[in-house]
């Protein structure tokens, strides 16, 4: 404890907490419309309380002793997995969720990223890297399965991040570049059967992407809508509580996977900026934990939720103004959603938890 | 392996700062150099203009009588930028409202530029569509229920041809500069009053501009700009009259138009076959419109204006004026008749032989050799420039979208179109309206006018006052006359009189009335497809005539016969008990 609060990484503490009080602006902001600022807050609250709950654990536990739990970690989300296929609540027509009562549901494909950055991370921190195509299977393999599982309920985009973090993290281990070459070669071989185990709205979305003029009163929709809301914003927004795409439900998700509509709407390019550049401090932050972690373990640890946090925001951002393609995954700390909340306390907890027992030299 | 470690989180640090500043990239693209594009867009997101139409403004007879109001119908729209699924949504509703889908797809198609702006597609939709549309509304998202005002013809086909009938602006009109100003979908004149005051009529749509929420619910009003109804007219036509005029004809196909003798005001103006403006009135469906437009019997046509026919005997009045006025006969003028009247090597011959007759019995008895005399006598030239100056051969300016010319042929004419020169049995054929001659009987009845008043050649017309919108001031439509034939005053003495003999003692023996001096002209016109038209043309009270009528029956062989009984009963609408004779008075 008291070695935690001694090497304390108080930026990317402040960083969060920033992060956390800018999304329950725009929260409040995107609930207006959806029956009162306080309708979504309030369970934010308790959200948050669990979140700052499990992050403190996440930094007092040792990363190493977490680490070394890897099994039973791996073997319990592949359980949740199944059990949210078998019992899971069908939302928004997938079967994302675990009912949990008040609290609404639990979606274990969210744990499932902790799972793979802290089960990866000790599979790569060994010595010997894999340094074939054949070598690298058992870890595809491992990769490979929770996210077919995530794939079936369907949910891409945490299917998505499964992979980037994988990739992101075989980089920073130090695979060698022609491996990873070989690995997106075998991407691209595998698309056109991606292509074809896409349902029907996912490959309208795909197409919109590329062309948003084709059917705007379809699947273009919600494309041209959160362009136009972000768009319209101009240089310092229609301000907070004062957005009409917002107000008048323009935008489909708008406290979800679109809340930054909201943000880009009512707070202009100057809000934006901020965000970035919050964001912006809080990968720095864990990078630099990377670079100071005492072992490989940590330095992996870390790298994988930089990874983690880098492709959430950049696609979640990217898909509202046009440079990604629509898919539901959510922005770290401001989208309205429990399980992603808790997901990045423990990702914070656990940065935490490797800064604090960083490399000697540096004390 | 911390060097390995350091390039590799430097590079990837690398790639993050880039991710970061694409996004930062793109949001100032978006929300600083095209900012105000989206501002905008999102400024017409919020707002919908709801249409009011204007009441169309209604048209009342001389007295006061409503002719032509408007009714509260329902009209099934679509809102483009709501409609959700249309594969799904379109087949359903094509069903429902029994309209081909390809039609619908069209409509729709053609609104593309107006996303906000809900379409048309059903106007004046039956009870049964709107119940089943309610009922279906949440299956049927963009899909609406306006209520409009809809055309009511109170007297279905009574004058239709006059009063016209409504249909939708087509692109050849949207093109045109005389509708100006006119948008895709109105309902516009597409004949008769309707059309030529359109502009007067139809008023200003009203627009109601509210903000909605992206399911197009209305949230508040951010303004209002009211609907102007358009204005009404008073007509001149005469309801009873009309009334008279449509009933004498009945069945037979022709037309009857009545006129006000000194001032050009269409008292009753009729044509039959006619049809039910009330059809047209909430968009006529193209498989009734085909079965009027190849009717036979052309209900669409206007016998009255549109339709031209030989004069046959009515254009001795012309013949008898023309001879008067050049000297070529006067009223001690007496041929005699024993029914041939040879002409070169011709000989034409009379139906009757009708012994020595003056001027007056040659009139009075329509006596056909007489005629070929004057007519020879006179030349055909000289009676070209009297019909032309009675206001034959030449449209009387009647204030109605269309209307024939007709055609008077002389010399000239015959040479331009035929190549040939006039010979003198083209004047034996021309005096007895018979040859070239081709007029409307609208024509006829301005011309019986002018020998009736003296002279004065009337332009008809068909609206007396335009009245204020809301009941602001009215105003007359000045109408000056179209001409005037200088008569000397025996020839007009003699013309007139020979006019009240054929009622009171000739072929126009039929139209007597007690108590009622009428003067007029029978006339029965070979032409070459079928049976001889009926004609008659009449002024009364001669003297001092406030009233002349033109009837003609279509293959009704005997002027006297046919066309005289339903002169007189115009004639008995006009004058008989009741019937305040119409001058200026009358006005609501």
Known sequence: MRRVLRGLDVPLLVATVLLVAFGLVALASAAVPLGGPWAYVRTRLVHLALAAGAMVAAALVDYRRLAGLSLVLYAGMLVLLVAVLLFGVTRLGAQRWIPLGPLGGFQPSELAKIVIILTLARSLSTPNLPSTLPRLLPLLGHVGLPVVLILRQPDVGSAMVLVAIMLGMLFLAGVRLRLLAGLGGLGLMAAPFLWSVLRDYQRQRLLVFLDPGIDPLGAGYALNQAKIAVGSGQVWGKGVFAGTQNLLRFIPEQHTDFIFTVIGEEMGFVGGVLLLLLFMVWVWRALRIAYTAADRLGMLIAGGIATMTVFHVFVNMGMTVGLMPITGIPLPFISYGGSSLLTMGVATGLLLGVGARRRKILL | ?588
């Open chain 2, 1 to 588: 392996m911390p060097s390995e470690r350091t390039s590799r989180l430097a590079a990837f640090a690398v790639v993050s700062v880039l991710l970061f500043v694409m996004l930062l990239g793109r949001l100032w693209q978006m929300q600083v150099l095209q900012g105000n594009r989206f501002r905008q867009l999102s400024e017409e997101n919020r707002l919908r203009d709801l249409r009011m139409p204007a009441p169309r403004g209604i048209l009342y007879d001389r007295k006061g009588r409503p002719l032509v109001t408007n009714r509260a119908a329902f009209t099934v729209s679509l809102l483009p930028m709501e409609l959700r699924r249309p594969k799904l949504v379109l087949p359903r509703l094509a069903a429902i409202l029994d309209m081909p889908l390809a039609e619908i797809q069209l409509r729709l198609e053609q609104a593309r530029l107006r996303p906000f702006e809900p379409v048309r597609l059903l106007r004046d939709a039956p009870k049964r569509v709107v119940a089943m549309v309610e009922e279906n509304r949440l299956d049927l998202p963009g899909v609406i229920i306006e209520v409009e005002p809809v055309r009511h013809y109170l007297y279905g086909s009574l004058a239709a041809h006059a009063l016209g009938y409504l249909g939708e602006i087509d692109a050849a009109e949207l093109a045109s500069p005389a509708w100006e100003g006119y948008r895709m979908g109105d309902l516009i004149g597409k004949g008769g009053v309707e059309r030529t005051y359109d502009r007067e009529l139809r008023g200003h749509d009203g627009r109601l501009r509210v903000e909605v929420d992206a399911r197009g619910r209305a949230l508040g009003i951010l303004g209002r700009d009211p609907a102007h109804p358009g204005k009404s007219l008073v007509l001149t036509i005469d309801l009873d009259i009309q009334r008279a005029a449509e009933a004498a004809l009945g069945e037979m196909a022709g037309a009857v138009v009545v006129l006000d003798a000194r001032s050009g005001e269409v008292l009753a103006i009729a044509s039959h076959p006619a049809f039910d403006p009330n059809a047209f009135a909430a968009g006529i469906s193209p498989r009734a419109w085909a079965r009027l437009a190849t009717d036979r019997g052309l209900p669409l046509l206007s016998r009255a204006v549109d339709s031209t026919y030989e004069p046959g005997s009515v254009f001795k009045v012309v013949t008898a004026a023309a001879a008067l006025a050049r000297g070529t006969a006067t009223r001690a003028t007496r041929v005699t008749c024993n029914g041939i009247f040879r002409l070169g090597g011709w000989v034409f011959r009379d139906l009757k032989v009708h012994g020595t007759v003056d001027f007056v019995e040659g009139v009075a008895q329509s006596c056909n050799v007489f005629f070929w005399t004057l007519g020879t006598r006179t030349g055909g030239d000289a009676m070209a420039e009297m019909a032309r100056a009675l206001g034959l051969g030449e449209r009387t300016g009647i204030d109605l979208p269309s209307e024939s010319p007709g055609l008077i042929p002389d010399s000239a004419w015959k040479q331009r179109t035929q190549g040939e020169p006039w010979y003198p049995g083209d004047d034996a054929n021309m005096a007895i309206g018979q040859g070239w001659v081709n007029v409307t009987p609208l024509q006829v009845a301005r011309m019986i006018a002018a020998v009736g008043n003296g002279g004065t050649l009337v332009r008809p017309h068909l609206v007396r006052r335009v009245l204020g919108a809301d009941g602001g001031p009215s105003r007359s439509i000045p109408v000056p006359p179209a001409g005037s034939v200088a008569f000397r005053p025996d020839v007009l003495a003699t013309l007139q009189e020979a006019l009240a003999a054929v009622v009171e003692r000739g072929t126009g023996r039929g139209v007597a009335i007690p108590g009622l001096k009428v003067a007029g002209k029978t006339g029965s016109a070979e032409n070459p497809r079928g049976q001889p038209h009926a004609w008659f043309a009449a002024y009364a009270p001669a003297g001092d005539p406030r009233v002349a009528v033109a009837v003609l029956v279509e293959h009704g062989r005997r002027g006297g016969l046919v066309a005289a009984p339903i002169a007189k009963a115009v004639l008995q609408a006009a004058f008989g008990p009741g019937a305040v004779p119409q001058a200026r008075e009358g006005v609501p």
